[in-house]
């Protein structure tokens, strides 16, 4: 019993060594890519987990020791990124910003992923009706644009459902989850033509142990790149909600977006802080993603995938040993 | 085989396809609408009318009646090309359509001009020479611009162009005077310009149409630049690509004719998705510049919670969109015989 | 007999991260007017690495060493713009894999125009048609089928379509890279029977690049015999195939399947690794006949007859080897000298 286990344990590891192999080997464009989406992403990442250590103000606070802040006061040494029109802080608003997007969207990625990926594992390996169904329906709702899917959606579920992050995230996963089953569909379907697949049915395997063994961790593969290309969208998606006033209350947390709304009519004054900088925040942080998306997809996908090469020498020395194998 | 019969016969089976989508799609929004917690018409007459204002107007509207009848209410106007009326201020959606629809259609058209000749000038030119300074370049510009929310580039537009530089106006269609001096025809501003010889106030159309414009066009632009560099990567691996210049073909020629004409392609098929993502888009810029498109009003009948009008809005978004696959789709058929059944 | 191709001592290495990849290693041939010359080999030997390197399209990271004299020119030191502009009227090369060669939004007639006009611009339309419809014609494919585009024509006939947009300028080298591999035996005897034509019609120099012995056989005037990345052996078809004298060459006809076999019959092991070969001969891990120098010295190459050479110690000169070197190698020793 001991020996299977650690066989098993073994083919795992050598599964996950393979798996992240092509990383390790990341070169070039692929690799600088990768780590600085790593590296912006954890910034905003650990920006949001230590939001009430880092953040000099509460998200919605105005006032300090009893007395208010300054009202659309330029940045200083007090408020280093400026303070709004309703005297809060826009360094502070920024900090739990991050708190809130990516709280909405690893909420989102998460029914997405839970939803979307077994319908399409199902639908595209068993097939039939059930398939051409859900593709149909999916089908469908692609044909919406998907930010008129997302607020309609947001305005609807806002006035029975209390937490703006919930209806946001609900609203992200229900636009995402037709890219999740299409993606999932095709790459199952392409696999399970594949002769090794074939080759394990004709063996006996039960269709649950092959989508387990062969095509599950062959599709996973795929998912984290679309998973962060995603992230990305969902960030806009969320912004995008919260500068129409959808999602997230102001009331329950700082949103990027809804900050850059209210930013517009400042700008005619030529207040430029209050937008500025929650706009740059949005940017940074999706660009991260992407870069992460899209680093990973470099690395991953055989098609763009370039092999290092190293330089031929013909005047390497020859093969020829110099002693003679003969007995003495 | 008659190219003209096989593009017929790939027609009419594309079509047949299209009416099941079509159907769901109705029955989406219906079933939306529906789902929204309330009695549609008191929350869109602000919540204070009297029990029997609300009464009658929802006898008027038919919202008493079963489900079921209202679904076939619903089916039948819309085939013959009613989409409802408001509630809030009792106009017909039809007429929204065609004001506030041509707006939207002025600005959507002239932002895929610009995100098409972005995405495909850096695209092309990413994906030829890849991982030279210029294609990391063009891909980091593509990736930021992507990240960059269309109302903030908006602003920041509105902020440097209009504001700090006074080049461009930053809101509306068009100046207040051009609008009452122009006569009204397709209501497409730019057409209607043009057709009345009104060069002065073709030339105010465009300076408000720039800003918009172009902000919506270089953010989705940025989508095709990457889509394009890797039809372009792709392509130059083919086996064709090789066997040309295995016969001499020069690299220019084997480049220009072969590898960048047969990348675009399945780009054709993209810019039909993307519109999808363009019209979500025109929502946000429409409400940035204060443009008068369906975005806007969209956004406005929103507010007022009249879900008529949100419903008849969104089943035009939702066909538009249906009927651009379909032309792109042809379009496809048409450059590429493989595709055509 | 002029030699229009003279391939002297060609090295085509590939660089890899985990080191150079000898896919061509020290290879030197002739090929004559209107001659067929065949490269049997199995898959992986470097063939198609050697068909391609004369021809100088090799992909990126490739390297070549030597020279290939084309009437006399070295294509290896020659300028990729001077090389571009002798293929098509001097060099051709037919692929193995017919269906994914032609762009397929392009018709057949576009591919015609852009191979003539790349390399003769003055050429009339009328005339650049007449020219593409005359190859066309020869091949069997009717004018009819001219502006039609490449997925409305089968396997066969699109090999046929390429093979007519190689010779449509009348190169005088062809090669040849397992251009009936993919296709059913009917179409291949007749793919086989052009390729036979072109000395009768063209007086091309075709060099054959397949892994069927048949088909050597019955199309080549002379065969040559390749392992990992060297010619084990060459001369004239008849003769190889009557007499041959490497015992790879040996190996390979006793496993071509014929009517008359009983059992199967295979050569042990496998292709070598081309990046560390086996040391001295490269064959010696699977040689039947190996003796004790064969994994000691790299064999040098002799003329058992005048007209072929062969790369064996069997056939070596006797000079050159070392005291008790023709004693065969027992099998551990093959094992001991394989992890050398």
């Known amino acids: 019993m001991a020996a299977t286990a650690s066989v098993r344990l073994q083919r795992r590891t050598v599964g996950m060594r393979r798996a992240l192999g092509p990383i390790a080997e990341a070169r070039g464009m692929a690799r600088t890519m990768l780590w600085t989406g790593v590296g912006v992403t954890l910034v905003f990442v650990l920006m949001a987990i230590f939001a009430p250590i880092i953040s000099p103000y509460g998200f919605d606070q105005y006032q300090s020791g009893g007395h208010r802040f300054a009202q659309l006061a330029r940045p200083s040494h007090a408020h280093l990124f400026g303070t709004t029109v309703q005297s809060t802080d826009v360094l502070s608003r920024i900090v739990w910003g991050a708190q809130t997007e990516l709280e909405v969207v690893g909420l989102a990625l998460a029914f997405g992923l839970v939803v979307g990926v077994p319908l399409g594992l199902i639908a595209g390996y068993f097939g039939g009706p059930f398939d051409r169904g859900t593709v149909l329906f999916m089908d469908a709702m692609f044909a919406f644009p998907p930010l008129l899917l997302a607020i309609v959606i947001a305005f609807l579920l806002g006035s029975s459902v209390n937490s703006g992050v919930l209806v946001a995230a609900i609203a992200i996963t229900i636009t995402y989850i037709p890219q999740y089953f299409r993606v999932v569909r095709n790459h199952v379907i392409s696999v399970r033509e594949e002769p090794y697949v074939e080759a394990a049915r004709a063996l006996g395997a039960k269709p649950f142990t092959i989508l387990r063994r062969y095509v599950f961790f062959n599709v996973v593969q795929n998912v984290p790149v679309i998973a962060t290309l995603n992230a990305a969208d969902a960030v806009l998606t969320l912004t995008a909600l919260g500068f129409l006033g959808y999602g997230v209350q102001p009331t329950q947390g700082a949103e990027w977006g809804y900050d850059v709304s209210r930013a517009v009519s400042d700008a005619a004054s030529g207040i430029w802080w209050t937008g500025l900088f929650p706009g740059i925040a949005i940017v940074l942080l999706v660009t991260g993603l992407t870069l992460l998306g899209e680093g990973l997809n470099e690395t991953i996908n055989p098609v763009l995938r370039r092999r290092s090469i190293r330089k031929v020498d013909f005047g390497a020395p020859s093969l020829e040993p110099e002693t003679e194998i003969l007995d003495p | 085989m008659n190219q003209g019969s096989s593009l017929k016969r790939y027609a009419i089976t594309r079509l047949a396809l299209v009416v099941p989508m079509v159907f769901i799609l109705l029955t989406l929004v219906f079933l939306l609408m529906r789902v929204a917690p309330g009695n549609p018409v008191s929350a869109s007459l602000g919540g204070h009318a009297p029990p029997a204002v609300i009464k009658a107007i929802s006898h008027q509207l038919g919202y008493d009646k079963p489900v079921y009848v209202q679904y076939g209410h619903y089916l039948g106007q819309i085939i013959r090309g009613n989409f409802g009326t408001t509630i809030s201020d009792r106009r017909s959606v039809g007429s929204i359509i065609l004001v506030n629809g041509a707006a939207t259609l002025e600005l959507t058209f002239f932002a895929m001009i610009v995100a098409i000749f972005v995405g495909m000038l850096i695209g092309l030119l990413s994906g030829r020479y890849r991982d030279s300074p210029l294609d990391t370049g063009g891909r980091l510009f593509g990736i930021i611009v992507y990240a960059t929310p269309v109302f903030f580039l908006g602003l920041l537009a509105q902020l440097v162009f209009g504001i700090w ?177 | 007999m002029t030699a229009v191709l003279q391939v002297r001592d060609l090295r085509l290495w590939y660089g890899t991260a985990r080191g150079s990849v000898r896919a061509v290693d020290r290879v030197s041939l002739e090929i004559d007017a209107g001659s067929v010359l065949g490269l049997v080999g199995e898959s992986g030997c470097g063939k198609s690495t050697l068909g391609r390197g004369i021809l100088g399209l090799l992909p990126e990271g490739a390297r070549a060493d030597g020279e290939v004299l084309y009437k006399g020119r070295n294509l290896v030191t020659m300028s990729p713009r001077e090389l571009r502009r002798l293929r098509g009227p001097d060099l051709g090369l037919i692929f193995q894999e017919p269906m994914t060669r032609l762009n397929p939004l392009l018709r057949i007639e576009d591919h015609f125009r852009e191979t003539i ?104 005037d002379r065969v040559a015999v390749m392992y990992a990345g060297q010619i084990a052996e060459e001369g004239p078809a008849r003769d190889v195939f009557a007499d041959p004298k490497h015992p790879y060459t040996r190996e390979l006809l006793r496993s071509t399947i014929s009517l008359d076999t009983k059992a199967l019959h295979s050569i042990p092991g496998a292709p070598p690794n081309l990046i560390t070969p086996p040391t001295g001969c490269h064959f010696h891990p699977r040689c039947p006949d190996v003796m004790r120098v064969c994994p000691a010295h790299d064999p040098i190459e002799t003329q058992p007859d005048p007209d072929r050479r062969v790369l064996c110690w069997l056939h070596g000169p006797e000079r050159e080897i070392p005291e008790g070197g023709t004693a065969p190698l027992e099998r551990e020793q093959i094992a001991v000298a394989e992890e050398a």
């Open chain 2, 165 to 341: 530089l006074g080049w461009l106006p930053i809101s509306d269609q068009a100046s207040p005077i051009t609008q009452a001096l122009l006569q009204t025809h397709t209501n497409i501003f730019f057409l209607d310009a043009i057709i009345d010889g009104n060069w002065s106030a073709l030339w105010d159309i465009t300076q408000h149409l720039i800003l918009p414009a172009t902000t919506l066009g270089i953010v989705y632009g940025g989508v095709f630049i990457r889509l394009i560099r890797v039809n372009v990567i792709r392509t130059m691996k083919e086996d064709y690509i090789e066997a040309a210049r295995a016969r001499g073909i020069n690299e220019r020629s084997v480049v220009y004719h072969h590898a960048f004409r047969n990348a675009l392609v399945p780009v054709i098929t993209v810019v039909g998705l993307q519109l999808a993502l363009l019209l979500g888009g025109a929502i946000l810029t429409e409400t940035t510049f204060n443009w008068p498109g369906l975005g806007h009003e969209l956004y406005i009948y929103l507010q007022n919670r009249d879900y008529a009008a949100v419903q008849g809005i969104v089943v035009v978004f939702a066909l538009v969109v249906v009927a651009a696959s379909i032309v792109i789709d042809f379009a496809n058929a048409f450059i590429d015989p493989r595709v055509r059944y």
């Open chain 3, 117 to 220: 006009e790349q390399h003769d611009s003055k050429l009339t339309p009328k005339d650049v048609r007449r020219r593409s419809l005359d190859t066309l014609g020869r091949m069997g494919i009717p004018p009819t089928r001219f502006r039609q585009y490449p997925h409305e024509f089968s396997g066969g006939m699109r090999q046929r379509i390429m093979i007519a947009l190689a010779l449509v300028l009348r190169p005088s080298l062809l090669v040849a890279d397992e251009p009936t591999t993919s296709l059913d035996v009917i179409v291949e005897a007749q793919i086989l029977r052009i390729l036979a034509d072109l000395k009768e019609n063209f007086g091309t120099a075709l060099l054959l690049i397949t892994h069927n012995l048949g088909i050597v056989a019955e199309a080549c």
